[in-house]
T-cell receptor, first 110, second 110 residues
Framework: SQTIHQWPATLVQPVGSPLSLECTVE??????LYWYRQAAGRGLQLLFY??????ISSEVPQNLSASRPQDRQFILSSKKLLLSDSGFYLC?????????FGPGTRLTVT | GEDVEQSLFLSVREGDSSVINCTYT??????LYWYKQEPGAGLQLLTY?????DMKQDQRLTVLLNKKDKHLSLRIADTQTGDSAIYFC??????????FGSGTRLQVQP
């Protein structure tokens, strides 16, 4: 069966510091991968999606970036965090018309 | 405004049926989804329906789709306290990424 992992589970970072969140999927190959952000009390906003290694599509202009160095690994990064980057970051994978979410990373920028 | 709209809150008594409603604006939506989010957790895919279907039933869950009115509903039969959570409606358009509503908080009273 397929499993999706995200780490860390929680993170507190000062403004201006870098960020690296990691997502890995087990039990499948060549999945579509997604990064979403959920602000407090809101729905989810798509940030990036990837249909293959090195193929990244950005949905929202921001100071975040994503990379897919391996088939089942998706990384969300920032060089300098802003206060507005605080939120709950969710990675998802999908074979086609289904999307399954990881446990999320709660990021607080102070 | 939001592309996908949901009411914010629903309260029901244990054992009653719950009906959570959602409206969407894009007639080209191919799939429509219901996700469940418990506090501090990721999203759990409950069910989804292809846009050429009117209804889908899965145990206690019934999804109804009215394409003419762009209205989607989720009915939970015999609602239990464990069903208390936030329920998100989402639609998929051509690019295989999801657009979410803001979520409906379901409170089940014993």
């Amino acid at each position: 069966s397929q499993t999706i992992h995200q780490w860390p589970a929680t993170l507190v970072q000062p403004v201006g510091s870098p960020l690296s969140l990691e997502c890995t999927v087990e039990g499948t190959s060549n999945p579509n991968l997604y990064w979403y952000r959920q602000a407090a009390g809101r729905g989810l906003q798509l940030l990036f999606y990837s249909v293959g290694i090195g193929q990244i599509s950005s949905e929202v202009p921001q100071n975040l970036s994503a990379s897919r160095p391996q088939d089942r690994q998706f990384i969300l990064s920032s060089k300098k965090l802003l206060l507005s980057d605080s939120g709950f970051y969710l990675c998802a994978w999908g074979p086609a018309y289904e999307q399954y979410f990881g446990p999320g990373t709660r990021l607080t920028v102070t | 405004g939001e592309d996908v709209e949901q009411s914010l809150f629903l309260s029901v008594r244990e054992g009653d049926s719950s009906v959570i409603n959602c409206t969407y604006t894009d007639s080209s939506s191919t799939y429509l989804y219901w996700y469940k989010q418990e506090p501090g957790a990721g999203l759990q895919l409950l069910t989804y329906i292809f846009s050429n279907m009117d209804m889908k039933q899965d145990q206690r869950l019934t999804v109804l789709l009215n394409k003419k009115d762009k209205h989607l509903s989720l009915r939970i039969a015999d609602t239990q306290t464990g069903d208390s959570a936030i329920y998100f409606c989402a639609e998929m358009r051509g690019r295989r990424a999801l657009t979410f509503g803001s979520g409906t908080r379901l409170q089940v009273q014993p």
